[in-house]
Nanobody
Framework: VQLQASGGGLVQPGGSLGLSCVAA????????MAWFRQAPGQERELIAA????????DYADSVKGRFTISRDNAKNTMYLQMNGLKPEDTAVYYC????????????????WGQGTQVTVSS
């Protein structure tokens, strides 16, 4: 599983960013996908997940209503649109894949890659 997240950067509070995750080395459409993030001194947390077919999504309460996860199986790419960003969204964002039926459970995800830094600050 090879995953590369990109699109991070510095944004002011209330701003927006769009992240992308390009997959390689596996059959993307067979895997559920998820976004995780890790802030300094904190554990990595699952913030958004999407089923392999794209027909269902799930979000952590901390991002619900502000972030939108999506995927394009024809392009082997997953996205995360982040609106209404807050300083507490500052973290390194990672993407990961899972084939387990429990697609909402963080334990089953793997293939983190290097991540992309998102910094929300004025």
């Amino acid at each position: 599983v090879q995953l590369q997240a990109s699109g991070g950067g510095l944004v002011q509070p209330g701003g927006s960013l769009g992240l992308s995750c390009v997959a390689a080395g596996f059959t993307f459409r067979h895997y559920h996908m998820a976004w995780f993030r890790q802030a300094p001194g904190q554990e990595r947390e699952l913030i958004a997940a999407i089923r392999r077919s794209g027909d269902a999504t799930d979000y952590a309460d901390s991002v619900k209503g502000r972030f939108t996860i999506s995927r394009d199986n024809a392009k082997n790419t997953m996205y995360l649109q982040m609106n209404g960003l807050k300083p507490e969204d500052t973290a390194v964002y990672y993407c990961a894949a899972s084939q387990n039926v429990q697609w909402r459970v963080a334990t089953w995800y793997k293939g983190w890659g290097q991540g992309t830094q998102v910094t929300v600050s004025s």
